[in-house]
């Protein structure tokens, strides 16, 4: 219970951070799309870094068409982002 109250107060603090640095990025008068895109193009390395376990997936060939898939997904969620 305490843990899932910690991640609340936690995520909290983050969207709050992150309204924060929007505002100054729109308070400087920069592109907004242009920022966002960048954000997100950070989080996607990250998320593959941290979160993919290349060896694994890799090896057992268990999605065919793999490099295919990996780009479709980029590019749908980069017409996502600008929807």
């Known amino acids: 219970m305490l843990l899932g109250l910690l991640f609340s107060l936690l995520t909290g603090i983050f969207w709050t951070l992150i309204g924060v640095i929007f505002s100054k990025v729109a ?3 920069e592109n907004t ?6 954000t997100a193009f950070f989080s996607l390395l990250l ?4 979160m ?3 060896k694994g997936l ?3 060939q268990s ?15 980069a017409l996502n982002m600008l929807a």
Request: hydrophobic share 55%; charged share 10%.
């Open 63 to 77: 999605v065919p068409n793999f490099n295919e898939l990996l780009i479709l997904i980029c590019i749908a969620g």
């Open 33 to 38: 799309t242009v920022f966002t895109t960048i």
């Open 52 to 54: 993919v376990k290349w």
């Open 47 to 50: 998320s593959m870094i941290l």
């Open 58 to 60: 890799i090896a057992s």
């Open 27 to 29: 308070e400087k008068g």
